[in-house]
């Protein structure tokens, strides 16, 4: 049953559509690694082509170490962008080229706005537990990183309890999209 419904995630996205996906973060990370390796499926000089926002550090952490093995086989750069890190060194590693990005909204936003890496190349953004990023105050730092994105391919995961001010960012950040449960 998963099977299916991550390949039929997996050909919408594919295809181009923007994707809203009601799931549990962590039952995700394999759906995400999947859509991951799809569109970035070797290393390119320059800038980076993805980017993963998670809620904390610790999420964005376990996704980091969850995908860490598959990276290195593919030969792929992913940098962790958390609040609990030294900005400047996050900074510098940005700067020396990355296919992968996984962080929080505002450490992102932070270095984003110190011209530390340029979204001209994104194929994909994509926001996890959108939820409880916009109930811990960060919608934000999300709409001042997705009102500079180039046309790429979204992917907005969103947790069981659903806020009204998530259902209308839809309409501004990702119209249209396609619903998947």
């Known amino acids: 049953m998963k099977e299916e419904f991550d390949k039929e995630v997996r050909k919408l996205f594919r295809s181009g559509k923007s994707i809203?996906?009601?799931?549990?973060?962590?039952?995700?990370?394999?759906?995400?690694?999947?859509?991951?390796?799809?569109?970035?499926?070797?290393?390119?000089?320059?800038?980076?082509?993805?980017?993963?926002?998670?809620?904390?550090?610790?999420?964005?952490?376990?996704?980091?170490?969850?995908?860490?093995?598959?990276?290195?086989?593919?030969?792929?750069?992913?940098?962790?962008?958390?609040?609990?890190?030294?900005?400047?060194?996050?900074?510098?590693?940005?700067?020396?080229?990355?296919?992968?990005?996984?962080?929080?909204?505002?450490?992102?936003?932070?270095?984003?706005?110190?011209?530390?890496?340029?979204?001209?190349?994104?194929?994909?953004?994509m926001v996890v537990d959108i939820n409880n990023i916009f109930q811990k105050g960060l919608k934000g730092f999300v709409s001042r990183l997705t009102e500079s994105l180039p046309k790429c391919k979204k992917l907005i995961i969103e947790s069981k309890g659903k806020e009204e001010a998530v259902k209308s960012y839809y309409s501004e950040f990702i119209f249209p999209f396609k619903k998947v449960s």
């Open 20 to 125: 809203v996906l009601n799931a549990d973060s962590k039952e995700s990370f394999s759906l995400l690694k999947q859509l991951i390796v799809d569109e970035i499926p070797e290393p390119q000089e320059g800038s980076p082509r993805g980017i993963i926002l998670f809620k904390d550090d610790q999420n964005a952490r376990d996704f980091n170490d969850y995908i860490e093995s598959v990276f290195k086989d593919l030969d792929l750069t992913a940098d962790l962008i958390v609040e609990k890190g030294l900005r400047v060194k996050q900074r510098n590693d940005l700067y020396f080229g990355t296919e992968l990005i996984i962080g929080t909204p505002k450490r992102l936003c932070e270095i984003y706005y110190q011209n530390g890496f340029n979204i001209g190349e994104l194929k994909f953004f």
